[in-house]
């Protein structure tokens, strides 16, 4: 099965995380045995209707090319990546915000 393919060494899981969410994104109701050994199959009519049967069994049909080489782009990987470091971001940030709690209440010992 030919799938997007990572560009650096370390995008890695980076790639998985995209995988995942294009996946459950993609609301798949049934993923068959043959259908998936048709994907690797060296006959393109096998090939292409494993494909067709995927397309079917998508429940959100905005994901063309699904379990394909167009499925999903390495922009959307990068997309990914920037869109996890503002989520990170802004915990940060509210973190920061939030009132502290006293010394004695947070359960570390000052010196007196």
Partial sequence: ???????????????????AKFFCDAQPRELVYEV???????S?????????????????????GFLSLTWFKIADVNLLRDHIKILIFDLM??????PQPPAALA??????
């Fill in 93 to 98: 940030l509210k973190r920061m915000e939030a």
């Fill in 1 to 19: 099965m030919a799938l997007p393919q990572q560009e650096h060494h370390n995008d890695s899981g980076l790639l998985l995380l995209c995988f």
């Fill in 36 to 42: 998936i050994n048709g994907l690797h199959s060296n």
């Fill in 107 to 112: 359960g570390s010992h000052a010196r007196v």
């Fill in 44 to 64: 393109k009519a096998a090939v292409d209707q494993a494909l067709e049967v995927l397309q079917e069994a998508v429940g959100n049909k905005d994901h063309k």
